[in-house]
């Protein structure tokens, strides 16, 4: 016989629930309550010679009870439990049923084949069922009842085997403290270099702990107990990349928000990446990084205008871009017929009369911007780009600083552009160091015009036409649409907006200088400048009608060798030209002016020396040009010869300056001299070939 000692506050088994003694009466009766909170008293002896129970048995926990609806939900619990269990459960609550109805479906419509059986037919009493019930179930009335009450409360859910349903909780033995102290400490350590959960991030843990409440007032577990707890609470592990925690600290704290735009225009992305493509150079034999910086429509996730340059975008980049944005993609030679702007079957003709540009256009949407998003960059944040967006009327919005979530689109157009393009290049080298191949830089075949083209026919005969994952026809979610179908069911909607077409736009992007002109000339940056064609004689050392007295003189920092100016009597633009220049010197940006003007001073010279530093800079050039010096310096001689063409280019889209010859052309065939050998190469004279015209936005215009 064995004998139980039973006290106030311990927990016993009673009945299949767990009962704490609340109160013992004169030693015949004992008060029970739940751990769902019921109060009853009961005969002790009853109590012992029951065969349900146990005594000494684990209190639930307080933290969380598994019968709190308010901390779980119980048909999720349900969905989750072994099927065996829910069919026992089942299986209870239809002898339940059977015995307060008749019927174990509860319901005599829904009858099964011989019911009700006799003892539990429906004229019979209750308790005379409930009496047949337990019988049956080997069990007792006060069990019945109690069962039938918890199904009447709990639903299915209190009918189920608590033993074999219990919810896993690996913190619930962890203090508060603890668990603070981890968060607390992988906070802290987001940006540092990754490391090992169970050695410098345990011992960092304890530490925090120790100084915040003593020492040994909380001893963390062991290094496996602590690995899992880490694992639980935190996600991102510590052991992870370091740019990837970083990445996730900069998550928001709540929900994501959602950038919405109905109509071509209204929220326009702009973004510069590292293309993962390194680009070749023919005249160096070496490889040089680049960057692609692309402008994303919301409404239709079509890439409106890039740009590709070496590392280090400009200002003037991007407000160019955005002048890219407002114009026609030029169809190129060998692009089949299926990819002009016609094919993207809107009302082809009526657009034409609107837009004479779009007639050798290809078929990439042509859009007037409203609201541009884009990061804390520093070319994004500079005069030239407020001063276009101003022209234009054009709202500007800057994200959050280190918040990429603030412009998801462009930041998931990246991933699509290096799964669909760029592993797909010759020279592809990873998107981080660990995905870098030995042979990438060996691979490497294509300059950066080379990769501005077969990136502009990607996004035409590709991504433009391909169906989007994140566009869907109105009404249909399920059928998807490319960009291209956006952006024509959007004209529907909105309407076409005719984009500004001003000759002048490429000059008007450019920085100013206000200066006075010398009788020598314009000064800027210690370069003097002056025309051919004395257009500066007759405003030599007078005022202009500005504000301040001086003239504005425009240049662009990627090619220094000319500044701009307007002429108020014609309107017209002029070149200057750098007083110093001669044909040795190749086009060169502010950067390589600055390291000029730098060997300039090293030698103990003045910086506004002339002669000094057309000297330095010819100088620099020529080591560019030596091989033993291909590290450093050639960078600055690729920047210089990209940004000079890029320059070139997009003066073409402006109209030409009034005192320049010949619009500059990268598809240009120089004349070569007639010699007596090579002159003619059978009845073909190279010297009467013509340069090949280009096509440009004024020349369109004044056709």
């Known amino acids: 016989m064995s004998v139980h000692r039973m006290a106030v506050g311990d927990w016993i088994a009673f009945e ?18 739940s751990e769902t909170g019921r109060l009853q008293v009961i005969l002790l002896s009853e109590v012992l010679t029951d065969p349900t129970f146990r ?5 639930p926990d307080a933290a969380g009870h598994t019968d709190d609806l308010a901390a779980v939900d119980p048909d999720g619990i349900l969905a989750s439990l072994d099927p065996a269990l829910v069919k026992d459960a089942l299986d209870r609550e239809a002898d339940l049923l059977e015995a307060m109805t008749g019927y174990r479906s509860g319901d005599r419509l829904n009858a099964l084949p011989g019911e009700p059986r006799p003892e539990y037919d429906p004229d019979l009493p209750l308790t005379g069922r409930v009496v047949a019930k337990a019988r049956e179930c080997g069990v007792s009335e006060r069990w019945i009842w109690k069962q039938w009450a918890r199904r009447q409360e709990l639903g299915l859910w209190g009918l189920v085997d608590k033993r074999r349903a219990k919810l896993s909780n690996p913190l619930k033995n962890i203090p508060a403290e603890v668990i603070q102290a981890i968060r607390d400490q992988a906070e802290a350590e987001r940006l540092d270099s990754t490391a090992t959960v169970g050695n410098r991030f345990l011992r960092r843990t304890q530490q925090r702990l120790d100084t915040a409440y003593g020492l040994g007032a909380f001893a963390l577990p062991d290094r496996d107990a602590f690995r899992r707890i880490v694992k639980s609470l935190l996600g991102s592990r510590v052991t992870d990349p370091a740019y990837r925690r970083a990445s996730a600290a900069n998550q928001p704290d709540r929900t994501f928000g959602k950038v919405v735009a109905h109509r071509p225009g209204e929220v326009v992305m702009l973004d510069t990446t590292p293309l993962d493509v390194l680009a070749f150079d023919p005249e160096t034999g070496e490889t040089h990084k680049v960057e692609l910086t692309v402008a994303l429509d919301v409404a239709t996730r079509s890439i409106l205008s890039w740009r590709l340059t070496p590392e280090g975008t400009k200002a003037i980049d991007i407000g160019l871009l955005l002048a890219d944005v407002m114009t026609p993609e030029p169809m190129r030679p060998a692009w089949s017929e299926a990819l002009r702007y016609q094919v993207l079957r809107i009302p082809y003709d009526r657009v034409l009369t609107i837009d004479e540009r779009l007639a050798e256009a290809a078929a990439r949407p042509v859009v007037y911007p409203e609201t541009l998003l884009y990061d804390h960059g520093k070319p994004y944040k500079s005069k030239v780009v407020e001063r276009a967006c101003c022209r234009w009327k054009i709202d500007l919005q800057d994200a959050r600083k280190l918040k990429p979530t603030d412009k998801p689109h462009v930041e998931r157009l990246f991933l699509t552009i290096r799964q669909q393009f760029s592993e797909h290049v010759a020279g592809y080298k990873g998107n981080n160091v660990a995905n870098r191949g030995r042979t990438a830089e060996d691979q490497a075949r294509w300059t950066i015009d080379e990769l501005a083209e077969f990136f502009a026919e990607y996004v035409v005969a590709v991504y433009q036409r391909r169906t989007h994952r994140g566009l869907h026809l109105p009404g249909f979610p399920d059928i998807r649409v490319s960009p291209n179908e956006a952006y024509r069911q959007a004209l529907g909607s909105a309407g076409y907006v005719a984009c500004p077409r001003d000759p002048n736009l490429y000059f008007e992007l450019l920085p100013i200088a206000p200066r006075v002109i010398h009788p020598y000339g314009i000064e800027i940056n210690y370069l003097v400048y002056n ?25 662009d920092p990627r090619n220094l060798l000319h500044a701009y100016f307007l ?24 950067i390589t002016l600055r390291d000029a003007k730098r060997y300039v001073a090293n030698r103990g010279q003045a910086a506004d020396d002339q002669e000094a530093v057309a000297e330095a800079l010819t100088a620099l050039q020529n080591r560019m040009d030596a091989p033993e010096t291909w590290t450093a310096d050639r960078k600055r001689k690729i920047r210089d010869r990209h940004r000079a063409a890029a320059q070139a280019i997009d003066m073409q889209r402006s109209e030409p300056p009034a005192n320049a010859t010949t619009p500059t052309s990268l598809h240009v065939l120089p004349a070569t001299e007639p010699d007596d050998e090579g002159a003619f190469w059978g009845d073909l004279d190279l010297t009467t070939i013509k340069p090949a015209e280009i096509w440009a936005p004024s020349t369109q215009q004044d056709r």
């Open 16 to 33: 299949d629930e767990r009962h704490k003694v609340a109160g013992l009466d004169d030693g015949l009766t004992v008060r029970l309550r």
């Open 55 to 59: 005594a000494s048995v684990q209190p």
């Open 531 to 555: 025309d051919d064609n004395d257009i500066l004689y007759g405003y030599r050392g007078a005022k202009s009608d500005y504000p301040d007295g001086l003239w504005p003189i425009r240049y």
């Open 567 to 590: 002429d108020p009597a014609t309107g017209k633009w002029h070149v200057l030209t750098w007083t110093h220049a001669t044909s040795e010197h190749q086009p060169f940006t502010d």
